[in-house]
């Protein structure tokens, strides 16, 4: 059966509202970050990534900051519409910066619920 | 773009038999797989790298003999579940190492 645990951090954010979703990450050593969303009973979709020698990288709609002195990752999405209602995880490559043979860490997640 | 193909979507099979998942990479080339389980309401743990060629690389507490990976060739990955018991019941995801970590869309395995 379903095991019992915490329940995912939930951000509720009205239509048009930005929102800001965070990610502590584990390891210093970590030179490549990359923030997926989830709908449900779908795999992760890739949004937005980021190298470590950059703080800040904007997509469409999206930015990625990344503070390495506390090891925090934050993932901001501008207007948001319903559309963007998911489940979002940050994840970490701990090995050269998107090498094929270099596995994913992820974080914990957040769901995101865009209220009309 | 690079597509990561996952199948089945869905499956149902009985306690004590094994089920097959299959990643396929669509328009590119994979060395190297990742196998991930999701349960509810979880972040993704990683099972196994699936290295093209040779053997697996399982991650701490992942029964090798149990999910069973083979990738034979640079676009096919499978996992197998083999004498599969209801708390194998999960979501499995597949991921391919290229640009951007490409994910599958995910199987929902239930044991019945």
């Known amino acids: 059966g379903e095991s019992v645990g915490l329940h995912l951090p939930t951000l509720s954010v009205q239509e048009g509202d930005n929102s800001i979703i965070n990610c502590a990450y584990s390891?210093?050593?970590?030179?490549?970050f990359i923030w997926y969303k989830q709908e449900s009973g779908k795999g992760p979709q890739f949004i937005i990534d980021i190298r470590s020698n950059m703080d800040k990288r904007q997509g469409q709609r999206v930015t990625v900051l990344l503070n390495k002195t506390v090891k925090h990752l934050s993932l901001q999405i501008a207007a948001t519409q319903p559309g963007d209602s998911a489940v979002y995880f940050c994840?970490?490559?701990?090995?050269?910066?998107?090498?094929?043979?270099?596995?994913?860490?992820f974080g914990g997640g957040t769901r995101v619920l865009v209220k009309p | 773009g690079a597509v990561v193909s996952q199948h089945p979507s869905r499956v149902i099979c009985k306690s004590g038999t094994s089920v097959k998942i299959e990643c396929r990479s669509l328009?590119?080339?994979?060395?190297?797989m990742f196998w991930y389980r999701q349960f509810p309401k979880k972040s993704l743990m990683l099972m196994a790298t699936s290295n093209e060629g040779s053997k697996a690389t399982y991650e701490q507490g992942v029964e090798k003999d149990k999910f069973l990976i083979n990738h034979a060739s640079l676009t096919l990955s499978t996992l197998t579940v083999t004498s599969a018991h209801p708390e194998d019941s999960s979501f499995y995801i597949c991921?391919?190492?290229?640009?951007?970590?490409?994910f599958g869309s995910g199987t929902r395995l239930t044991v019945v």
């Open positions: 390891n210093s050593a970590s030179d490549y």
């Open positions: 994840a970490e490559n701990m090995g050269k910066i998107k090498a094929a043979g270099n596995k994913l860490t």
């Open positions: 328009d590119f080339q994979a060395t190297t």
């Open positions: 991921s391919a190492g290229a640009s951007g970590y490409t």
